[in-house]
């Protein structure tokens, strides 16, 4: 069975804290992507991935960055939480290909106070 | 311009009935793929169908089929037979180009089948 796991399903943050964000595909998946989901906007896309060390800014990267060590593991940073980073959080990874769907993690629902 | 549209952002409609929820698009690429995703409650996304820009024929995977038009660029999802398990947010997607992976993602449509 096909699996991305994200390190919480649930974080509770200060405002200023810096937060980490863990995304792990065990598919083998060149392209991995971070979407933060808000109501009334749908998923919008954060940063992706698309080989270790490569990443590609997104539609609203400001605020976030990423890290890209191994294959497996996309990690999703945000340096200072602000209260408009509350929201949730989506990992995907893709085999590439035109016709291969992104695989999604649970997500991640953080709330920063 | 939104790239991809759901007009319906909620729809109820009677268990057994069939459904259908739209999806326009933008691009001038001739070779894109569209996608519909279901997000239950739980908060998951669970691939539903693809529909390639070249593909004949319209795609079907079970009781889901993509009512596909290329000269109106809409690209609707079609349940039938809706069950209780149906209810769930909805949403469309797109990949344009080849050798893109990114993903352009409707704000979605909340369907709830009614017992």
């Known amino acids: 069975d096909v699996k991305v796991t994200q390190s919480s399903r649930y974080l509770v943050k200060r405002t200023g804290e810096k937060v980490f964000l863990e995304c792990v595909q065990d598919m083998d998946h060149e392209n991995m992507f971070w979407y933060r989901q808000d109501p009334g906007l749908g998923l919008r896309l954060i940063y992706f991935s698309y080989d270790v060390k490569m990443k590609e800014k997104g539609d609203i990267p400001e605020g976030y960055s990423v890290s890209r060590e191994k294959k497996e593991r996309f990690s999703l940073i945000l340096e200072s939480a602000s209260t408009n980073q509350t929201s949730m959080y989506l990992c995907?990874?893709?085999?590439?290909?035109?016709?291969?769907?992104?695989?999604f993690g649970p997500g991640t629902r953080l709330t920063v106070l | 311009a939104q790239k991809i549209t759901q007009t319906q952002p909620g729809m109820f409609v009677q268990e057994k009935e069939a459904v259908t929820l739209d999806c326009t698009y933008d691009?001038?690429?001739?070779?894109?793929?569209l996608f519909w995703y279901k997000q239950p409650s739980s908060g998951e996304m669970i691939f539903l169908i693809y529909?390639?820009?070249?593909?004949?024929q319209n795609a079907t995977e079970g009781r889901y089929s993509l009512n596909f038009q290329k000269a109106r660029k809409s690209a609707n999802l079609v349940i039938s037979a809706s069950q209780l398990g149906d209810s769930a947010m909805y949403f469309c997607?797109?990949?344009?180009?080849?050798?893109?992976?990114?993903?352009?993602f409707g704000t979605g449509t909340r369907l709830t089948i009614i017992p």
């Open positions: 997607a797109m990949r344009e180009g080849p050798g893109n992976e990114k993903l352009t």
């Open positions: 691009t001038s690429d001739p070779s894109y793929g």
């Open positions: 995907a990874s893709t085999l590439t290909g035109s016709y291969n769907e992104q695989f």
């Open positions: 529909q390639g820009s070249y593909d004949q």
